[in-house]
T-cell receptor, first 113, second 115 residues
């Protein structure tokens, strides 16, 4: 069964450094998403991406964040200058269409020290 | 998107049916009810969704009341591996004018299946 994959599973970085989280969505899906979950808190929507552009973003998704689909398979989330409060699980998701269910990857645990 | 209310936690005996309720009294006509679950810190897993008719798949059944103000997710024969946080999410429709890109997660119900 196809699934969303994410790398790395755990990333440790120092405050102020740039990080890139990588995702490989399910191959025939057209919509891509990033969510995050701070330890002990709710899963929060960050951004959705379709046709090589952002279709919706949350207030969390400020200028420090960017997303890209650099090739036909990868979908990345970049955080330019990490802060301590960026420490969280980051989940990538994909769906075949806008109104279809979203399938989530296993997540990347980002720890900012 | 309409707000949902779920119990904080529930227990269920292994092998028995688990019935997880959700209230969504402000749901509008074009909004769907989705259920996801999250096992420990894994990625949320899609379970089932519906608009107004009852739905069943290999994982669960979804019963939506006629007025659509509440729903129940049924796991017919719960196993220990079904222990997870279950999220009931009301999602906007493309035709309803609201955003339907995102899923808005609440705190969910922690279902503990006991041996």
């Amino acid at each position: 069964e196809p699934e969303v994959t994410q790398t790395p599973s755990h990333q440790v970085t120092q405050m102020g450094q740039e990080v890139i989280l990588r995702c490989v969505p399910i191959s025939n899906h057209l919509y891509f998403y990033w969510y995050r979950q701070i330890l002990g808190q709710k899963v929060e929507f960050l951004v959705s991406f379709y046709n090589n552009e952002i279709s919706e973003k949350s207030e969390i998704f400020d200028d420090q964040f960017s997303v890209e689909r650099p090739d036909g398979s990868n979908f990345t989330l970049k955080i330019r200058s990490t802060k301590l409060e960026d420490s969280a699980m980051y989940f990538c998701a994909s769906s075949p269409g806008r109104e279809y269910e979203q399938y989530f990857g296993p997540g990347t645990r980002l720890t900012v020290t | 998107d309409a707000k949902t209310t779920q119990p904080t936690s529930m227990d269920c005996a292994e092998g028995r049916a688990a019935n997880l309720p959700c209230n969504h009294s402000t749901i509008s006509g074009n909004e769907y009810v989705y259920w996801y679950r999250q096992i420990h810190s894994q990625g949320p897993q899609y379970i089932i969704h519906g608009l107004k008719n009852n739905e069943t798949n290999e994982m669960a059944s979804l019963i939506i009341t006629e007025d659509r103000k509440s729903s129940t997710l049924i796991l017919p024969h719960a196993t220990l591996r079904d222990t997870a946080v279950y999220y009931c999410i009301v999602r906007g429709s493309l035709y309803g004018g609201g955003s339907n890109y995102k899923l808005t997660f609440g705190k969910g119900t922690l279902l503990t299946v006991n041996p």
